[in-house]
T-cell receptor
């Protein structure tokens, strides 16, 4: 069965810290890797990665994919309390089936203390 | 506002009852996905419809059913409800069949079974 594993499952940091969230995957037919941020309700899209080694950046957030290591990291620099959320990693596959086309990890719950 | 509309936002019902959750996808999106999110399980894929047809099925209970109508809105029917069905139910949509570029999520329906 295809799987996506995120680590750590939870993390508590102080404002200003830099954090690195990890996502590793084992899937049959990789198409894309996506990061989402989930605050109170709906997950919102952050990044989509398809090519290895190319960093995507948005403000203080950045992400990179390593297809050789079957993994991705999401970095957040100079964290703020507003970054507190669950960060979800999802991998797009051609398979679909009982897991659907996007397979989600369980998420990393980030808490940023003032 | 993501463009994906889910109603109702909250639902409290008794065991044994039946409820219907409704989703209107983002304008132009043909695929609708239903997910269940509980505290320990993360996002669990239930079912996908594309342009009115069922395209992928997750580990959806037999007590649950869904459909997508000609106007592309979708309904998820949950019957013979049990306490364990209490969860956040998300609808998401994408323009294409694969959704590899990511899904747009609605704000969810929080179902509480008492």
């Amino acid at each position: 069965e295809d799987k996506v594993v995120q680590s750590p499952l939870s993390l508590v940091v102080h404002e200003g810290d830099t954090v690195t969230l990890n996502c590793s995957y084992e899937v049959t037919n990789f198409r894309s890797l996506l990061w989402y941020k989930q605050e109170k309700k709906a997950p919102t899209f952050l990044f989509m990665l398809t090519s290895s080694g190319i960093e995507k950046k948005s403000g203080r957030l950045s992400s990179i994919l390593d297809k050789k290591e079957l993994s991705s990291i999401l970095n957040i620099t100079a964290t703020q309390t507003g970054d507190s959320a669950i960060y979800l990693c999802a991998v797009g596959t051609n398979y679909g089936g009982s897991q659907g086309n996007l397979i989600f990890g369980k998420g990393t719950k980030l808490s940023v203390k003032p | 506002d993501s463009g994906v509309t889910q109603t109702p936002k909250h639902l409290i019902t008794a065991t044994g009852q039946r409820v219907t959750l409704r989703c209107s996808p983002r304008s132009g999106d043909l695929s609708v996905y239903w997910y269940q999110q509980s505290l320990d399980q993360g996002l669990q894929f239930l079912i996908q419809y594309y342009n009115g047809e069922e395209r992928a099925k997750g580990n959806i209970l037999e007590r649950f059913s869904a459909q997508q109508f000609p106007d592309l809105h979708s309904e998820l029917n949950l019957s013979s409800l049990e306490l364990g069905d209490s969860a956040l139910y998300f609808c998401a949509s994408s323009v294409d069949l694969g959704g590899y570029g990511g899904y747009t999520f609605g704000s969810g329906t929080r179902l509480t079974v008492v």
